[in-house]
T-cell receptor, first 112, second 114 residues
Framework: TQLLEQSPQFLSIQEGENLTVYCNSSSVFSSLQWYRQEPGEGPVLLVT?????EVKKLKRLTFQFGDARKDSSLHITAAQPGDTGLYLCAGRFYNQGGKLIFGQGTELSVKP | NAGVTQTPKFQVLKTGQSMTLQCAQD?????MYWYRQDPGMGLRLIYY???????DKGEVPNGYNVSRLNKREFSLRLESAAPSQTSVYFC?????????????FGPGTRLTVL
């Protein structure tokens, strides 16, 4: 059973545009992480959020955790071709024994 | 410091053949994991080992077995490969610090079962 929904699945934009990726669940996350994966490699952690309403920034990337801790978003400002890759949200739930549950992923393509 | 290493990087099997995927980490992590990644499905947990000497099933364990050989090594075995097991397999490790631990992933093994 997929507990975590990520959208959109695909995103193709021009360099300089802004974009937002969403991660939602019907259950409360105990914590949520965003990973980025480049072709032929494993995912790499970008950020961890734990507190409802939390906002974290990583250069042009802004991560928000919903007040109710059931949703999160990743916003990229002025996307660059180097941002191209697969973005994955991954959450932990209180009844899942600490295991990480991954969303389906968002494939982002930023064209010059 | 190699992090998490996986062998082989690529493998082609015929239906019914067996093979073992190897994983090793040099970060002294307690926990190790095996995931499979299929298009549009994200990563799905196959098996994990919270600490040396323990293993537990994940979301999709059928058709697989694992061995935590020691603190560094965690192997995944396919006893009788099926086309449905064609996938990219990732090994990961972490300290298992509950809410905030980072999982470090290997480069993956691309497996095709004909």
């Amino acid at each position: 059973t997929q507990l975590l929904e990520q959208s959109p699945q695909f995103l193709s934009i021009q360099e300089g545009e802004n974009l937002t990726v969403y991660c939602n669940s019907s259950s409360v996350f105990s914590s949520l992480q965003w990973y980025r994966q480049e072709p032929g490699e494993g995912p790499v952690l970008l950020v961890t959020v734990v507190t409802g309403g939390e906002v974290k920034k990583l250069k042009r990337l802004t991560f928000q955790f919903g007040d109710a801790r059931k949703d999160s978003s990743l916003h990229i400002t002025a996307a660059q071709p180097g941002d191209t890759g697969l973005y994955l949200c991954a959450g932990r739930f209180y009844n899942q024994g600490g295991k990480l549950i991954f969303g389906q992923g968002t494939e982002l393509s930023v064209k010059p | 410091n190699a992090g998490v290493t996986q062998t082989p990087k690529f493998q082609v099997l015929k239906t019914g053949q067996s093979m073992t995927l190897q994983c090793a980490q040099d970060m002294n992590h307690n926990s190790m994991y095996w995931y499979r990644q299929d298009p549009g499905m994200g990563l799905r947990l196959i098996y994990y080992s919270a600490s040396e000497g323990t293993t537990d099933k994940g979301e999709v364990p059928n058709g697989y077995n694992v061995s935590r050989l020691n603190k560094r090594e965690f192997s995944l075995r396919l006893e009788s490969a099926a086309p449905s097991q064609t996938s990219v397999y990732f090994c990961a490790s972490s300290d298992w610090a509950a809410l905030t631990d980072t999982q470090y992933f290997g480069p993956g093994t691309r497996l095709t079962v004909l």
